[in-house]
């Protein structure tokens, strides 16, 4: 009787950064250059099944239903390799995963992915961790998973290396209502991958250094805001410190950039509903879709303005949405 063969699944929401993550001081390990600062969000989210079993010669990886290419896989492999070594065991797993989106457009990401198979993973093989040990492994998966490990507003503190850096909450259940719009602009896949997109940015932007104290600011102002319950100020600071996580892309060498033309529109629209009285603002991460902040009493309005560019299954309103979840 094998001691393995334990199906686990877990549930991870994706998550926003208000405060973006943009650039490593460790490529391997993903340690960040600066903390960063996100909203856990409740309509995106993936569940993943791992089964570790002594039988298995190989990883098998299915996504949405279908096996995975080696090549896709190999970033699930090697968390699925920091994981079997923290274990101290030889052994392969069955993952399964599937991405819970709320239309077909798609919106899938790397944050509830990394967390939800570094939960499930983690405990199929017989790992106890506390949500800060695992924090720590997701982020080996991807930086941004680390923060999918903890519902509402979450603070990835960068650390100093693999033991320091890792997420906490900085108010799981906000008693705030607050809407995130999501704008679904383009589905098509990014040319420039966010792993290479920050390492150009942090190598050849003359603004890099600017941007760590950048972040610094915005990380205290954007706290204040929040225990203030001030939207205004959290909407700006968000929205000025994506356009400045832009202004990273667009200074670097080769250039490069994640909007397209509908992504203006969307900035665009937003900002005029701003000048007539409607207090809304915009994030947008390393891809062309758009995000609204806006407080409950204004979202449809601002819903019905972008469905005179958009069709409804591009426009999803989320709230704050919880942390990882066993199921
Ligand atoms: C963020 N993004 O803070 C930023 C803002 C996109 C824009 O984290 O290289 O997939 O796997 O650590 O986490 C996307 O980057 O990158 C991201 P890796 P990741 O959410």
């Not at 599937?98 to 992915?113: E, I, L």
């Not at 106890?128 to 507003?153: D, H, M, P, Q, T």
């Not at 960068?158 to 900085?170: E, H, N, Q, V």
Request: glycine fraction near 6%; aromatic fraction near 8%; charged fraction near 20%.
């Amino acid at each position: 009787m094998s001691s393995f063969d334990n199906k686990i699944t877990a549930r991870a929401h994706t998550n926003i950064a208000l405060i973006k993550y943009w650039g490593k001081q460790n490529a391997k390990l993903k340690i960040p250059t600066t903390n960063s600062f996100s909203l856990t969000l409740d309509k995106f989210y993936t569940e993943t099944s791992v089964t570790f079993k002594e039988n298995y010669t190989a990883d098998r990886i299915i996504f949405n239903g279908k096996p995975l290419s080696d090549s896709k896989a190999a970033r699930i492999v090697a968390l699925l390799d920091v994981i079997r070594g923290m274990a101290n065991q030889d052994i392969y797993a069955e993952v399964n995963t599937t991405n819970m989106v709320p239309t077909s457009a798609g919106f899938a990401s790397s944050s509830s992915g990394f967390a939800a198979l570094a939960a499930a993973a983690c405990k199929s093989i017989g790992l106890n961790l506390s949500k800060k040990e695992l924090s720590r492994v997701a982020r080996r998966g991807s930086g941004s998973a680390c923060r999918s490990i903890y519902g509402g507003f979450v603070e990835w503190h960068k650390g100093l290396g693999d033991r320091t850096s890792f997420a906490s909450p900085f108010n799981e259940q906000p008693d705030w209502n607050l809407n995130v719009i999501a704008v679904m602009v383009n589905q098509a896949e990014k040319t420039m991958s966010s792993t290479k997109g920050m390492e150009i940015s942090k190598k050849t932007s003359p603004y890099y250094n600017a941007w760590k104290q950048v972040c610094k600011n915005d990380l205290k102002n954007i706290k204040k805001a929040i225990k203030n319950r001030d939207f205004e100020k959290l909407g700006s600071i968000s929205e000025e410190n994506a356009m400045r996580m832009h202004a990273l892309t667009l200074s670097a060498s080769p250039d490069y950039t994640y909007f397209d033309g509908k992504s203006l529109q969307v900035i665009k629209t937003i900002q005029s509903l701003r000048s007539n009285g409607i207090p809304c603002y915009f994030t947008m991460d390393a891809g062309p879709n758009i995000k609204v902040l806006v407080e409950p009493q204004n979202t449809d309005k601002v819903v019905q303005e972008l469905k005179s560019l958009f069709s409804t299954d591009q426009i999803v309103v989320a709230a704050p949405g919880p942390g990882i979840e066993y199921l």
